[in-house]
Protein backbone atom coordinates (compact mmCIF):
# COMPACT_ATOMS: atom_id res chain seq x y z
CA UNK A 1 0.00 0.00 0.00
CA UNK A 2 1.61 3.28 -1.01
CA UNK A 3 1.74 5.49 2.24
CA UNK A 4 -0.71 8.39 0.78
CA UNK A 5 -3.76 10.46 1.28
CA UNK A 6 -5.81 13.16 1.55
CA UNK A 7 -8.37 14.65 3.65
CA UNK A 8 -11.02 17.09 2.01
CA UNK A 9 -10.58 19.67 5.02
CA UNK A 10 -12.08 22.98 6.16
CA UNK A 11 -9.66 25.10 8.31
CA UNK A 12 -9.49 22.74 11.01
CA UNK A 13 -9.39 19.63 8.70
CA UNK A 14 -12.33 17.15 8.56
CA UNK A 15 -14.08 18.03 11.86
CA UNK A 16 -17.54 19.31 10.69
CA UNK A 17 -18.41 19.00 14.25
CA UNK A 18 -16.88 21.47 16.07
CA UNK A 19 -19.01 24.01 18.42
CA UNK A 20 -19.81 27.13 16.81
CA UNK A 21 -20.88 30.43 18.43
CA UNK A 22 -24.09 32.14 17.19
CA UNK A 23 -23.13 35.38 18.01
CA UNK A 24 -19.44 35.75 17.36
CA UNK A 25 -18.31 39.21 16.95
CA UNK A 26 -14.41 40.24 16.38
CA UNK A 27 -12.88 41.10 20.10
CA UNK A 28 -10.90 44.20 18.35
CA UNK A 29 -7.31 45.56 18.67
CA UNK A 30 -8.66 48.14 21.69
CA UNK A 31 -8.72 45.43 23.77
CA UNK A 32 -6.65 44.47 26.78
CA UNK A 33 -5.03 41.71 28.32
CA UNK A 34 -7.21 41.43 31.10
CA UNK A 35 -10.49 42.14 29.04
CA UNK A 36 -10.15 39.18 26.80
CA UNK A 37 -12.86 37.24 27.34
CA UNK A 38 -11.92 33.56 28.83
CA UNK A 39 -13.86 30.41 30.07
CA UNK A 40 -12.24 27.21 31.08
CA UNK A 41 -14.57 24.29 30.45
CA UNK A 42 -12.16 21.79 31.54
CA UNK A 43 -11.48 23.62 35.01
CA UNK A 44 -14.87 22.98 35.95
CA UNK A 45 -13.92 19.52 35.65
CA UNK A 46 -13.04 17.46 38.83
CA UNK A 47 -9.77 18.95 39.78
CA UNK A 48 -7.36 15.23 39.73
CA UNK A 49 -7.36 15.87 36.42
CA UNK A 50 -5.57 18.74 36.68
CA UNK A 51 -3.16 21.26 38.38
CA UNK A 52 -4.43 24.72 38.75
CA UNK A 53 -1.04 26.98 38.83
CA UNK A 54 0.34 30.12 38.18
CA UNK A 55 3.24 30.46 35.10
CA UNK A 56 6.67 31.14 36.01
CA UNK A 57 7.37 35.17 34.35
CA UNK A 58 10.49 35.56 32.20
CA UNK A 59 12.24 38.40 32.25
CA UNK A 60 12.22 41.50 29.94
CA UNK A 61 10.08 39.56 27.56
CA UNK A 62 9.33 40.43 23.61
CA UNK A 63 7.31 40.02 20.87
CA UNK A 64 8.88 37.53 18.56
CA UNK A 65 6.07 36.75 16.01
CA UNK A 66 2.58 35.67 15.30
CA UNK A 67 -0.18 34.19 13.24
CA UNK A 68 -2.88 36.49 11.36
CA UNK A 69 -4.49 33.95 10.50
CA UNK A 70 -4.80 31.86 13.75
CA UNK A 71 -5.78 35.22 15.35
CA UNK A 72 -8.56 35.65 13.76
CA UNK A 73 -9.96 32.33 15.11
CA UNK A 74 -9.47 34.14 18.22
CA UNK A 75 -11.23 37.07 17.42
CA UNK A 76 -7.56 38.71 17.40
CA UNK A 77 -5.30 40.51 15.41
CA UNK A 78 -1.13 40.99 14.95
CA UNK A 79 -1.16 44.07 16.50
CA UNK A 80 -3.22 43.87 19.30
CA UNK A 81 -0.91 41.06 20.05
CA UNK A 82 2.05 43.25 20.08
CA UNK A 83 1.05 45.47 22.66
CA UNK A 84 2.92 45.08 25.87
CA UNK A 85 0.38 43.61 28.27
CA UNK A 86 -0.12 41.07 25.76
CA UNK A 87 3.42 40.23 25.29
CA UNK A 88 3.54 40.08 29.36
CA UNK A 89 0.26 37.67 29.13
CA UNK A 90 1.38 35.49 26.37
CA UNK A 91 4.38 34.72 27.94
CA UNK A 92 3.08 34.04 31.34
CA UNK A 93 4.11 37.11 33.17
CA UNK A 94 0.52 38.43 34.27
CA UNK A 95 -2.46 36.07 33.58
CA UNK A 96 -5.41 37.73 31.84
CA UNK A 97 -8.01 38.81 34.54
CA UNK A 98 -10.49 35.83 33.56
CA UNK A 99 -7.98 32.91 32.67
CA UNK A 100 -7.69 30.18 35.15
CA UNK A 101 -4.21 28.72 34.42
CA UNK A 102 -4.09 24.66 34.58
CA UNK A 103 -2.07 21.87 33.43
CA UNK A 104 -3.76 18.75 32.68
CA UNK A 105 -2.50 15.00 34.17
CA UNK A 106 -2.16 12.46 31.56
CA UNK A 107 0.08 9.03 31.07
CA UNK A 108 0.68 7.38 27.63
CA UNK A 109 3.37 4.82 25.80
CA UNK A 110 6.20 6.19 24.61
CA UNK A 111 8.04 4.85 21.38
CA UNK A 112 6.03 1.47 22.22
CA UNK A 113 6.47 1.19 25.92
CA UNK A 114 4.18 2.27 29.12
CA UNK A 115 5.81 5.62 30.34
CA UNK A 116 3.01 6.07 33.05
CA UNK A 117 2.33 9.39 34.32
CA UNK A 118 3.43 12.39 31.99
CA UNK A 119 1.23 15.57 31.93
CA UNK A 120 1.44 18.97 31.23
CA UNK A 121 5.08 19.71 32.10
CA UNK A 122 5.63 22.56 30.68
CA UNK A 123 2.14 23.78 29.08
CA UNK A 124 -0.63 25.88 31.24
CA UNK A 125 -3.81 26.18 29.49
CA UNK A 126 -5.08 29.80 30.14
CA UNK A 127 -8.56 28.93 28.69
CA UNK A 128 -10.68 28.97 25.97
CA UNK A 129 -11.74 32.25 23.89
CA UNK A 130 -14.69 32.43 21.05
CA UNK A 131 -13.82 32.55 17.94
CA UNK A 132 -15.93 31.93 14.33
CA UNK A 133 -15.77 28.24 14.21
CA UNK A 134 -16.13 27.60 17.98
CA UNK A 135 -14.39 28.11 21.28
CA UNK A 136 -10.57 27.81 20.97
CA UNK A 137 -8.33 27.30 24.12
CA UNK A 138 -5.21 28.93 24.40
CA UNK A 139 -2.19 27.00 25.74
CA UNK A 140 0.92 28.35 26.71
CA UNK A 141 4.17 26.06 26.55
CA UNK A 142 6.83 26.67 27.99
CA UNK A 143 5.63 28.83 30.81
CA UNK A 144 7.18 27.33 33.64
CA UNK A 145 7.72 24.25 36.33
CA UNK A 146 4.25 22.24 36.60
CA UNK A 147 3.61 19.43 38.80
CA UNK A 148 4.14 16.83 35.89
CA UNK A 149 7.62 18.26 34.48
CA UNK A 150 9.79 15.58 36.07
CA UNK A 151 13.02 16.05 35.25
CA UNK A 152 12.57 18.92 33.29
CA UNK A 153 12.78 23.02 33.84
CA UNK A 154 9.34 23.75 32.14
CA UNK A 155 10.97 25.95 29.56
CA UNK A 156 11.33 26.39 25.97
CA UNK A 157 13.79 27.44 24.02
CA UNK A 158 13.12 29.94 20.93
CA UNK A 159 14.75 27.56 18.36
CA UNK A 160 12.11 24.82 19.10
CA UNK A 161 8.61 27.68 19.61
CA UNK A 162 9.86 28.67 16.25
CA UNK A 163 9.89 25.44 14.58
CA UNK A 164 6.64 24.51 16.31
CA UNK A 165 5.32 28.06 15.21
CA UNK A 166 5.87 27.48 11.56
CA UNK A 167 5.02 24.12 11.06
CA UNK A 168 1.66 24.66 12.54
CA UNK A 169 0.40 27.18 10.39
CA UNK A 170 2.12 25.54 7.19
CA UNK A 171 0.47 22.54 7.77
CA UNK A 172 -2.67 24.23 8.22
CA UNK A 173 -2.46 26.29 5.05
CA UNK A 174 -1.67 22.60 3.73
CA UNK A 175 -5.16 21.36 4.62
CA UNK A 176 -3.71 19.31 7.25
CA UNK A 177 -6.16 18.92 10.43
CA UNK A 178 -3.71 20.59 13.47
CA UNK A 179 -3.48 22.92 16.18
CA UNK A 180 -2.38 26.19 15.32
CA UNK A 181 0.41 28.69 16.77
CA UNK A 182 -0.57 32.25 17.92
CA UNK A 183 2.19 33.92 18.76
CA UNK A 184 5.55 33.53 20.13
CA UNK A 185 7.49 35.57 22.82
CA UNK A 186 11.35 35.70 24.20
CA UNK A 187 13.43 36.11 26.51
CA UNK A 188 17.19 36.47 27.18
CA UNK A 189 16.97 33.93 29.78
CA UNK A 190 19.56 30.74 29.95
CA UNK A 191 18.06 27.66 29.17
CA UNK A 192 20.12 24.35 29.17
CA UNK A 193 19.63 22.34 26.02
CA UNK A 194 22.78 20.54 24.15
CA UNK A 195 24.30 24.40 24.44
CA UNK A 196 22.47 27.10 26.59
CA UNK A 197 19.88 28.66 24.33
CA UNK A 198 17.43 31.72 25.35
CA UNK A 199 13.75 31.16 26.57
CA UNK A 200 10.69 31.26 24.53
CA UNK A 201 7.13 30.90 25.13
CA UNK A 202 4.63 29.69 22.25
CA UNK A 203 0.83 30.30 22.70
CA UNK A 204 -0.73 27.42 20.38
CA UNK A 205 -4.48 27.19 19.98
CA UNK A 206 -6.76 24.21 19.21
CA UNK A 207 -10.43 23.18 20.25
CA UNK A 208 -9.36 20.70 22.71
CA UNK A 209 -5.83 19.50 24.20
CA UNK A 210 -7.11 16.15 25.79
CA UNK A 211 -5.39 13.24 23.60
CA UNK A 212 -5.20 9.81 23.84
CA UNK A 213 -2.71 9.43 26.54
CA UNK A 214 -5.21 11.55 28.84
CA UNK A 215 -7.79 8.39 28.61
CA UNK A 216 -4.89 5.90 28.97
CA UNK A 217 -3.86 8.17 32.56
CA UNK A 218 -7.19 6.99 34.46
CA UNK A 219 -7.72 2.84 32.96
CA UNK A 220 -4.00 2.31 33.96
CA UNK A 221 -4.49 3.77 37.44
CA UNK A 222 -7.93 1.60 37.43
CA UNK A 223 -10.06 5.03 37.90
CA UNK A 224 -12.92 4.04 35.84
CA UNK A 225 -15.14 7.07 37.42
CA UNK A 226 -12.55 9.80 36.44
CA UNK A 227 -12.34 8.31 33.28
CA UNK A 228 -16.25 8.22 32.29
CA UNK A 229 -16.04 11.91 33.20
CA UNK A 230 -13.54 12.64 30.61
CA UNK A 231 -15.21 11.12 28.26
CA UNK A 232 -18.45 12.63 28.76
CA UNK A 233 -16.59 16.14 28.64
CA UNK A 234 -15.32 15.24 25.48
CA UNK A 235 -18.57 13.95 23.83
CA UNK A 236 -20.62 16.78 25.77
CA UNK A 237 -18.34 19.65 23.88
CA UNK A 238 -16.51 17.96 21.18
CA UNK A 239 -18.67 15.10 19.64
CA UNK A 240 -22.37 15.62 20.90
CA UNK A 241 -23.88 14.36 17.60
CA UNK A 242 -22.89 10.70 19.10
CA UNK A 243 -24.80 11.17 22.38
CA UNK A 244 -27.75 9.57 20.64
CA UNK A 245 -25.95 6.69 19.47
CA UNK A 246 -26.61 3.28 21.32
CA UNK A 247 -23.31 3.13 22.91
CA UNK A 248 -22.02 6.45 22.69
CA UNK A 249 -18.24 5.47 24.01
CA UNK A 250 -17.99 3.00 20.88
CA UNK A 251 -18.94 5.72 18.65
CA UNK A 252 -16.63 8.07 19.92
CA UNK A 253 -13.39 5.64 19.81
CA UNK A 254 -14.60 5.29 16.25
CA UNK A 255 -14.61 8.41 15.04
CA UNK A 256 -11.18 9.23 17.07
CA UNK A 257 -9.69 6.43 14.67
CA UNK A 258 -11.57 7.38 11.75
CA UNK A 259 -9.96 10.99 12.07
CA UNK A 260 -6.38 9.85 13.11
CA UNK A 261 -6.43 7.48 10.03
CA UNK A 262 -7.18 10.40 7.67
CA UNK A 263 -4.91 12.81 9.72
CA UNK A 264 -2.15 10.45 8.91
CA UNK A 265 -2.65 9.58 5.62
CA UNK A 266 -2.27 13.18 5.21
CA UNK A 267 1.04 13.74 6.43
CA UNK A 268 1.68 11.13 3.69
CA UNK A 269 0.63 12.95 0.83
CA UNK A 270 2.68 15.85 1.94
CA UNK A 271 5.81 13.93 3.37
CA UNK A 272 5.74 15.26 7.11
CA UNK A 273 7.14 12.96 9.30
CA UNK A 274 6.12 13.64 13.14
CA UNK A 275 9.19 12.22 15.17
CA UNK A 276 7.41 11.28 17.84
CA UNK A 277 4.20 9.32 17.82
CA UNK A 278 3.74 8.72 21.39
CA UNK A 279 -0.15 8.05 22.77
CA UNK A 280 0.65 10.94 24.44
CA UNK A 281 1.26 13.28 21.60
CA UNK A 282 -1.90 11.79 19.74
CA UNK A 283 -5.13 14.15 19.63
CA UNK A 284 -8.72 12.98 20.69
CA UNK A 285 -9.88 15.16 17.73
CA UNK A 286 -7.40 13.72 15.50
CA UNK A 287 -5.42 17.05 15.05
CA UNK A 288 -1.46 16.98 14.77
CA UNK A 289 -0.31 17.98 18.04
CA UNK A 290 3.22 18.39 19.63
CA UNK A 291 5.97 19.69 16.73
CA UNK A 292 9.36 18.59 17.91
CA UNK A 293 11.74 16.64 16.33
CA UNK A 294 9.46 16.59 12.70
CA UNK A 295 10.88 16.83 9.11
CA UNK A 296 9.35 16.95 5.67
CA UNK A 297 10.24 14.54 3.28
CA UNK A 298 13.26 15.18 0.32
CA UNK A 299 14.79 12.60 -1.56
CA UNK A 300 12.26 10.29 -0.79
CA UNK A 301 13.10 7.37 1.17
CA UNK A 302 10.26 5.45 2.95
CA UNK A 303 12.64 3.85 5.88
CA UNK A 304 13.59 7.82 6.37
CA UNK A 305 13.74 8.50 10.23
CA UNK A 306 13.57 12.43 11.07
CA UNK A 307 13.85 12.29 15.05
CA UNK A 308 17.77 11.24 15.43
CA UNK A 309 16.72 9.90 19.02
CA UNK A 310 14.51 7.57 17.27
CA UNK A 311 17.43 5.02 17.39
CA UNK A 312 15.40 1.90 16.58
CA UNK A 313 13.00 3.89 13.69
CA UNK A 314 9.43 3.03 15.06
CA UNK A 315 8.47 6.24 13.83
CA UNK A 316 10.36 6.75 10.54
CA UNK A 317 7.80 7.79 7.70
CA UNK A 318 6.86 4.45 6.41
CA UNK A 319 5.64 3.02 9.90
CA UNK A 320 3.23 5.72 10.54
CA UNK A 321 0.37 4.28 9.46
CA UNK A 322 0.73 1.34 10.83
CA UNK A 323 1.86 3.32 14.44
CA UNK A 324 -1.08 5.55 14.77
CA UNK A 325 -3.16 2.17 14.38
CA UNK A 326 -1.37 0.68 17.13
CA UNK A 327 -2.26 4.00 18.96
CA UNK A 328 -5.81 3.91 18.37
CA UNK A 329 -5.51 0.25 19.63
CA UNK A 330 -4.27 1.43 23.37
CA UNK A 331 -6.97 4.30 23.31
CA UNK A 332 -9.08 1.47 22.67
CA UNK A 333 -8.07 -0.39 25.74
CA UNK A 334 -8.58 2.80 27.82
CA UNK A 335 -11.72 3.24 26.77
CA UNK A 336 -12.61 -0.38 27.06
CA UNK A 337 -14.24 -0.18 30.54
CA UNK A 338 -16.25 2.48 29.29
CA UNK A 339 -17.50 0.80 25.80
CA UNK A 340 -18.33 -3.07 27.79
CA UNK A 341 -17.03 -5.65 25.44
CA UNK A 342 -13.66 -6.24 23.35
CA UNK A 343 -15.60 -7.14 20.41
CA UNK A 344 -17.25 -3.59 20.25
CA UNK A 345 -13.95 -2.10 20.93
CA UNK A 346 -12.30 -4.30 17.59
CA UNK A 347 -15.48 -3.16 16.19
CA UNK A 348 -14.67 0.49 16.47
CA UNK A 349 -11.28 -0.12 15.72
CA UNK A 350 -11.80 -1.49 12.54
CA UNK A 351 -12.62 1.51 10.81
CA UNK A 352 -9.32 2.37 10.33
CA UNK A 353 -7.68 0.67 7.97
CA UNK A 354 -10.81 1.44 5.32
CA UNK A 355 -10.78 4.97 6.28
CA UNK A 356 -6.72 5.15 5.84
CA UNK A 357 -7.30 3.15 2.25
CA UNK A 358 -9.61 4.85 0.98
CA UNK A 359 -8.07 8.62 1.91
CA UNK A 360 -4.63 7.27 0.34
CA UNK A 361 -6.38 6.18 -3.29
CA UNK A 362 -8.12 10.00 -3.39
CA UNK A 363 -5.28 11.45 -2.71
CA UNK A 364 -2.79 9.75 -4.95
CA UNK A 365 -5.41 10.34 -7.70
CA UNK A 366 -5.20 14.00 -7.20
CA UNK A 367 -1.62 14.19 -6.81
CA UNK A 368 -1.20 12.11 -10.36
CA UNK A 369 -4.26 13.94 -11.82
CA UNK A 370 -6.16 11.26 -12.15
CA UNK A 371 -10.10 11.74 -12.11
CA UNK A 372 -11.29 8.57 -12.00
CA UNK A 373 -10.65 4.96 -10.61
CA UNK A 374 -8.78 2.12 -12.37
CA UNK A 375 -7.68 -1.11 -11.78
CA UNK A 376 -4.21 -1.00 -12.56
CA UNK A 377 -4.31 2.68 -10.79
CA UNK A 378 -2.14 0.77 -7.35
CA UNK A 379 0.72 -0.99 -9.65
CA UNK A 380 1.22 2.63 -11.11
CA UNK A 381 1.58 4.06 -7.94
CA UNK A 382 3.81 1.46 -6.36
CA UNK A 383 6.15 1.71 -9.85
CA UNK A 384 6.26 6.04 -9.16
CA UNK A 385 7.44 5.43 -5.62
CA UNK A 386 9.93 2.58 -6.24
CA UNK A 387 11.38 4.99 -9.14
CA UNK A 388 11.36 7.73 -6.45
CA UNK A 389 13.15 5.35 -4.34
CA UNK A 390 15.96 4.41 -6.51
CA UNK A 391 16.73 7.69 -7.65
CA UNK A 392 16.33 9.69 -4.49
CA UNK A 393 13.93 11.91 -5.95
CA UNK A 394 12.89 15.12 -3.87
CA UNK A 395 9.29 14.64 -2.88
CA UNK A 396 7.71 17.90 -3.01
CA UNK A 397 9.41 19.04 -6.37
CA UNK A 398 8.72 15.54 -8.06
CA UNK A 399 4.98 15.81 -7.46
CA UNK A 400 4.98 20.06 -7.84
CA UNK A 401 6.48 19.11 -11.71
CA UNK A 402 4.76 16.20 -12.57
CA UNK A 403 1.66 18.95 -13.06
CA UNK A 404 3.84 20.32 -16.06
CA UNK A 405 4.06 16.73 -17.81
CA UNK A 406 2.11 16.94 -21.13
CA UNK A 407 0.17 14.70 -22.36
CA UNK A 408 1.50 14.47 -26.51
CA UNK A 409 5.10 15.80 -25.83
CA UNK A 410 7.51 13.19 -24.07
CA UNK A 411 10.58 15.22 -25.30
CA UNK A 412 9.47 18.19 -22.90
CA UNK A 413 9.87 15.97 -20.16
CA UNK A 414 13.24 17.36 -19.55
CA UNK A 415 13.03 18.98 -15.81
CA UNK A 416 11.31 15.58 -14.23
CA UNK A 417 13.83 13.12 -16.61
CA UNK A 418 16.64 14.97 -14.76
CA UNK A 419 15.58 13.83 -11.51
CA UNK A 420 16.33 10.47 -12.28
CA UNK A 421 19.34 9.07 -11.65
CA UNK A 422 17.68 6.21 -13.78
CA UNK A 423 16.13 8.16 -16.45
CA UNK A 424 15.06 4.81 -18.41
CA UNK A 425 12.85 4.54 -15.28
CA UNK A 426 10.92 7.09 -15.64
CA UNK A 427 10.65 7.03 -18.97
CA UNK A 428 9.12 3.26 -18.92
CA UNK A 429 6.59 4.79 -15.95
CA UNK A 430 5.88 8.02 -17.75
CA UNK A 431 4.63 6.03 -20.86
CA UNK A 432 2.46 3.78 -18.19
CA UNK A 433 1.29 7.17 -16.77
CA UNK A 434 0.44 8.93 -20.34
CA UNK A 435 -1.35 6.02 -21.38
CA UNK A 436 -3.51 6.16 -18.22
CA UNK A 437 -4.12 9.66 -18.44
CA UNK A 438 -5.56 8.89 -22.22
CA UNK A 439 -7.90 6.46 -20.86
CA UNK A 440 -9.61 9.03 -19.19
CA UNK A 441 -9.76 11.73 -22.10
CA UNK A 442 -7.31 14.10 -19.41
CA UNK A 443 -6.67 18.11 -20.60
CA UNK A 444 -3.07 19.25 -20.08
CA UNK A 445 -4.40 22.64 -18.72
CA UNK A 446 -7.13 20.96 -16.52
CA UNK A 447 -5.06 18.76 -14.79
CA UNK A 448 -2.62 20.83 -14.09
CA UNK A 449 -4.10 22.99 -12.23
CA UNK A 450 -5.58 20.34 -10.23
CA UNK A 451 -2.59 19.00 -9.54
CA UNK A 452 -0.84 22.65 -8.41
CA UNK A 453 -3.90 23.18 -6.32
CA UNK A 454 -2.98 19.61 -4.06
CA UNK A 455 0.88 19.48 -5.22
CA UNK A 456 3.38 22.06 -2.96
CA UNK A 457 5.54 24.57 -4.08
CA UNK A 458 6.62 25.36 -0.86
CA UNK A 459 7.06 23.53 2.57
CA UNK A 460 9.06 23.61 5.67
CA UNK A 461 12.35 22.37 5.10
CA UNK A 462 14.66 22.12 7.91
CA UNK A 463 17.34 24.32 6.47
CA UNK A 464 14.80 26.76 5.79
CA UNK A 465 13.66 27.18 9.65
CA UNK A 466 17.13 26.51 10.76
CA UNK A 467 18.09 30.02 8.88
CA UNK A 468 15.05 31.65 10.27
CA UNK A 469 16.22 30.57 13.70
CA UNK A 470 19.72 30.98 13.07
CA UNK A 471 18.70 34.80 12.46
CA UNK A 472 16.30 35.17 15.35
CA UNK A 473 19.04 33.72 17.78
CA UNK A 474 20.75 37.26 16.51
CA UNK A 475 17.98 39.10 17.44
CA UNK A 476 16.62 39.78 13.75
CA UNK A 477 12.87 38.14 13.40
CA UNK A 478 12.17 39.14 10.01
CA UNK A 479 12.77 35.59 8.15
CA UNK A 480 10.49 34.26 10.54
CA UNK A 481 7.72 36.33 9.42
CA UNK A 482 8.68 36.26 6.05
CA UNK A 483 9.06 32.54 5.85
CA UNK A 484 5.40 32.35 7.38
CA UNK A 485 3.83 34.22 4.29
CA UNK A 486 5.12 32.07 2.41
CA UNK A 487 4.04 28.81 3.76
CA UNK A 488 0.79 30.52 3.97
CA UNK A 489 0.42 30.15 0.35
CA UNK A 490 2.34 26.88 -0.65
CA UNK A 491 0.39 25.94 -3.69
CA UNK A 492 1.02 29.71 -5.08
CA UNK A 493 3.90 30.04 -7.29
CA UNK A 494 5.36 32.98 -5.81
CA UNK A 495 8.19 33.61 -8.59
CA UNK A 496 9.48 36.26 -6.10
CA UNK A 497 10.31 33.55 -3.41
CA UNK A 498 11.01 30.87 -5.95
CA UNK A 499 15.13 30.08 -3.71
CA UNK A 500 12.45 29.06 -1.00
CA UNK A 501 10.99 25.56 -3.15
CA UNK A 502 15.16 24.86 -3.81
CA UNK A 503 16.70 21.42 -3.11
CA UNK A 504 18.65 21.91 0.75
CA UNK A 505 22.25 23.53 0.42
CA UNK A 506 25.12 21.12 1.19
CA UNK A 507 25.67 22.40 4.78
CA UNK A 508 21.67 21.57 5.47
CA UNK A 509 23.03 17.64 5.09
CA UNK A 510 24.02 17.51 8.76
CA UNK A 511 21.05 18.85 10.23
CA UNK A 512 19.46 16.89 12.80
CA UNK A 513 16.59 17.33 15.46
CA UNK A 514 15.95 15.20 18.16
CA UNK A 515 13.17 15.09 21.03
CA UNK A 516 15.57 18.07 22.46
CA UNK A 517 14.35 20.36 19.34
Known amino acids: MAPYVRISAGFWGNHPHLPLLEHFSTIGAAIRADDLPFVNSFAQLPPDLYTRLQPT ?22 ATLQQSDMVAAFSGNAVPGKALPLSAVYSGHQFGVWAGQLGDGRAMLLGELPGPQGRMELQLKGAGLTPYSRMGDGRAVLRSSIREFLCSEAMAALGVPTTRALVITGSQQGVARETIETASVVTRIAPSFVRFGSFEHWYHRDQPAQLKVLADYVLANFYPELLTEANPYQALLAE ?5 ARMIAHWQAVGFMHGVMNTDNMSILGLTLDYGPFGFMEAFNPGHICNHTDQQGRYSYANQPQVGHWNCYAL ?19 VYRPAFSAEL ?13 EPGDQDLFDAMFAAMQRSHVDFTQFFRALGELKLD ?10 MFIDRDAFDAWAARYRTRLRQENSVDAARRAAMHAVNPKYVLRNYLAQVAIEQAQQGDFS ?7 VLEHPFDEQPEHAAYAALPPDWARHLEVSCSS
Open 361 to 373: LRLLQAKLGLTTT
Open 409 to 418: EPAGDTLLRD
Open 57 to 78: PLPAPYFVAASARAASLVGLDV
Open 479 to 485: EVARLLA
Open 332 to 350: GQALLPLIGEVDEVEAALD
Open 256 to 260: VTRRT
